[in-house]
């Protein structure tokens, strides 16, 4: 593009998060079955498509303008910054709500990696905490991290694109280790099911399941 965007042609700090959070990533999900890696991997894209536009080349901005007449006068590398019309302003705004959706879904995903994680050790069924308000927090607090950063705070065509590809690959994965655990837990697994959610806290619920994603919470 002609016109130069802000915020982009900064590489090094494009690949320097794509490596840190991709670290992260394999880290605490810890692939296992190709299921699983399948699933880590469609998050793998996300990752690296969403920050090479955030701090590479502003790729979605560019297709927008160049072949769906959107105003270049006033581009920002934010498509909501641009979309909006309110520059810096509306980039702040996206960020901060992002963020805090960042925030609270890492918070979410960590207690309920340090909850399953004590379970294992002991080899039990975890019920407790996190794990009373939803049956996989976990996956929970990455959906909510992953729709926080791109498409609140920064969204593209391709983590927009990409996001319903993640809950859908994890609603699978998600599915299938719940075979594996009812035929170790049988029946006790089975009450679980009937009376916690999958993903979405009842509505009662979701400011006790904020509060419980702490990670100075015991529960």
Do not use: C
């Not at 979309?83 to 705004?93: F, Q, V």
Request: net charge negative.
């Amino acid at each position: 593009m002609e016109q130069h965007i802000a915020h982009s042609g900064a590489w090094a700090l494009a690949i320097l998060m794509i490596v840190g959070i991709s670290w992260f990533l394999y880290h605490y999900l810890a692939p296992k079955t190709w299921r699983e890696w399948a699933s880590a991997g469609v998050v793998q894209a996300f990752i690296i498509a969403l920050y090479a536009e955030m701090y590479g080349f502003p790729l979605t901005i560019y297709l927008l303008s160049r072949f769906f007449g959107l105003d270049r006068g006033d581009l920002n590398a934010s498509l909501w910054s641009t979309l909006l019309g309110i520059g810096e302003a509306g980039m702040m705004i996206s960020m901060l709500l992002g963020y805090a959706l960042v925030l609270l879904g890492v918070g979410i995903f960590f207690q309920g990696w340090r909850q399953v994680h004590r379970a294992r050790q002991q080899e039990g069924l975890v019920t407790d905490g996190l794990y009373r308000l939803v049956r996989h927090p976990q996956y929970t607090g990455l959906f909510i991290a992953l729709f926080g950063e791109g498409v609140v705070h920064w969204p593209t065509l391709f983590s927009v694109g990409l996001f319903p590809v993640i809950v859908f690959a994890y609603v699978m994965l998600a599915r299938r280790e719940e075979q594996h655990v009812l035929e170790e837990f049988g029946d006790e697994y089975r009450a679980y099911q009937q009376r916690v959610p999958m993903f979405v806290p009842r509505r009662e619920q979701w400011r006790e399941f904020v509060s419980s994603s702490s990670l100075n919470s015991d529960d």
